[in-house]
């Protein structure tokens, strides 16, 4: 009787293992059975078994899908369209490079509801484009242009030598998120994102655009942890923009500013960057009220590491430093020639309170004035190390208080 059950129980394992690498024999080679199939499951298109990339995208169906693109070279002259939602367009790293070799203006992507009209009424919603590699050239228009596409996310993409912006978003209102991608070479903006909202860019690396970052006419902006250099014109501009937050980053050696406010902007801080070796200018808050300066390292700085114009005002300058090269010791480690490094300007500017700031060896002052006379300014607590102060048309104003040599 013993021997009967072991034999049952013998054979009934051996039933097991014999289902089972049935089933793991249809999974290692694709064929999985409506019986063992994951129910919900979506499609996952293998770009490489397509005659062209455009192919494996218009093979996602419209409830959207996965296309993983192989490694290689591929040359595209016109847009790769993706019009569907819930996609995700995955490389293999910059193994996948996208090389559009368009000399009329065109875009290489394109995500855009399929009607092609621009208006809120057709818009995608989440599309991810992620690991791969997308070089234009001077005659190609943007790299990446997502239009009306809700909860964009581009993350791990490099964008490089496009004609026109690296990435341009047009009211691509709901989260979008660019993040830890390298923006570099392109002719205008490596961003520029219009109408957008609650919108993440963090560590990314931006260099030799026009500009890094252009953000119009939006709400919400997060920007941190990315390094910005040798820019062509400015590193960040944000326009008629509320509510936003730049902090933490690495700005260098832009041939404009390193940031603007401009057009009415408000309630936005600017904090814990590091601004250095900048020829136009630091911070230049042409059109901003309502809004933080703090905690900014401002390291030779050329010219006006902050300035605050005419239309700005209700602005708080607080725990900066504002140096040159000084190491200590008497030791300035620049040579003779590119020691320049500037304080504050007030230009026409209204309603600022300058607190608990260092200024040390700026020039022409730590506090400059220039142009139209600055009102109700409070320049106090602030240690002054060879440093001067200007007091000159300064109107209805303290300067008191201050720690000087």
């Known amino acids: 009787m013993k ?21 793991l024999g249809a999974q290692a080679t694709g064929q999985v059975t409506a019986d063992t199939r994951l129910p919900g499951a979506g499609r996952v298109i293998d770009a490489s078994t397509y005659p062209s990339l455009q192919a494996a995208i218009d093979a996602l169906p419209s409830t959207g899908g996965v ?36 000399t009329r203006g065109a875009s290489a992507i394109i995500v855009q509801h399929p009607s092609g009209v621009d208006n809120p009424g057709a818009a995608l919603w ?55 991608s390298l923006i570099t070479y392109n002719k205008k903006s490596g961003l520029y994102a219009v109408g957008c909202h609650d919108t993440v860019v963090a560590a990314n690396q931006f260099e030799e655009n026009l500009d890094a970052v252009r953000y119009i006419d939006g709400f919400n902006l997060c920007m941190t942890g990315n390094n910005i250099d040798d820019h062509l014109r400015d590193g960040v501009v944000v326009e ?18 390193a940031i603007v406010l401009d057009r009415n902007c408000y309630g936005i801080t600017l904090s814990a960057n590091v601004v250095a070796h900048e020829v136009a200018g ?24 902050v300035r605050i114009g005419p239309n700005s005002g209700r602005i708080v ?22 020691r320049s490094a500037a304080g504050l300007t007030l230009d026409g500017a209204a309603d ?15 506090l400059a004035t220039g142009g139209q ?15 001067p102060v200007d007091r000159e048309r300064l109107n209805r104003s303290f300067v008191e208080g201050n720690l000087s040599e």
Not at 88 to 99: D, Q
């Open 240 to 257: 008629n923009t509320y509510g936003s937050v730049v902090a933490g980053n690495m700005i260098e050696e832009c041939n404009g500013a």
């Open 352 to 366: 600022v309170a300058v607190v608990g700031n260092l200024f040390s060896s700026v020039r022409p002052k730590a």
């Open 126 to 180: 989440r599309v991810r484009l992620a690991e791969f590699r997308l070089t234009g050239n001077d005659k190609s228009g943007h790299g990446i242009e997502a239009r009306r596409i809700n909860e964009v996310f581009i993350q791990a993409v490099t964008v490089s030598y496009h004609g026109g912006d690296g990435i341009h978003l047009h009211h691509c209102y709901e989260d979008p998120r660019i993040c830890d």
């Open 282 to 305: 630091g911070i230049d808050l042409r059109g901003a009220h309502g809004c933080t300066v703090s905690a900014n390292t401002f390291t030779i700085v050329q010219k006006d590491a």
């Open 67 to 102: 296309v993983r693109l192989p490694p290689g070279t591929f040359e595209i002259s016109e847009p790769l369209k993706i019009t569907t939602g819930d996609v995700l367009i995955e490389g293999a790293g910059t193994a996948t490079h996208i090389k559009n070799v368009n």
């Open 373 to 387: 006379e600055s009102s109700r300014i409070l320049f106090t607590d602030n240690v002054l190390v060879d440093a």
């Open 317 to 338: 300058v607080c725990g900066n430093n504002f140096s040159d090269s000084y190491v200590g010791g008497g030791e300035v480690v620049r040579p003779a020639d590119d």
């Open 3 to 23: 021997a009967l059950r072991w034999m049952i129980v013998v054979a009934l394992s051996l039933a097991a293992v014999a289902v089972a690498s049935q089933i």
